[in-house]
Structure formats: structure tokens, C-alpha cells
């Protein structure tokens, strides 16, 4: 008997509770603890207006309300949102920061790769 994997599955670190060490997932996560230790998900990231991430950030996409303290590294898009608090570096193709957000760092775009198509011959 195998074992069934749910790929839409969203990993959830409730308010209150603390990590130290590294998270790494293929699922999406939404945070709304502490973290102390590096994150690395192929999904998408949330972190919420309670959360607070010491450490370095590798994923597709993420969508910040909270603290964090270490560099961000998308594919994809980073989404600053009030009120979040970011102090580090972005390495993106995508970003967006909305009024009211504290950013102190460097952002450094990055061209995205174009999807392969293939030729259709009539």
C-alpha cells in the first residue's frame, strides 16, 4: 500500500510557536511564529503579520506582512506588504513593496527564464 501525497498541502507554523533550525519543504508554508534557521520551500512562502524570521528566505514566490531579518531569494515574485519589516537583501524577478513597508537592504533583479515552446508544424 503506497502512500497518497497531497501536493496541495500548506505547511502552518501557528503564533506562539518558536523554531530554531532550518525548515525545508516542496509545499507551500504560511508562518505566523518565530523562525531562527533558513527556510527553503519550492511553493510559496506567507509570512504573517505576527511572524518573525531570523534567517535566510529561498523559495518561489512570498507574500510578507511580517519581520524578517536575512536575505529573500525568489524565482518568482517577492510581495512586501504593510506592515511588513524586511532587513536584507532581495534577489527576485518580481517585486512589489507597498506603502508603509520598512525595507533595508539591496534588491537585485533577475531576468526570468522564458518557458521552452514548442514549434507547431501544419
Known sequence: MGKETNSNAVNLLC????IVG???TKND?????????KIVTSGRLVVGNTAKIEGDIDCVNVDVMGVILGNITASNTVSLK???KV???IVSSVLSIDQGVFFNGNC???KKEP???KEVIK
Open 15 to 18: 503564533e506562539g510557536t518558536v
Open 22 to 24: 532550518d525548515i525545508k
Open 29 to 37: 508554508i504560511r508562518i505566523d511564529g518565530i523562525i531562527k534557521g
Open 82 to 84: 504593510a506592515p511588513a
Open 87 to 89: 532587513i536584507g537583501n
Open 108 to 110: 537585485q533583479m533577475i
Open 115 to 117: 518557458k521552452e515552446t
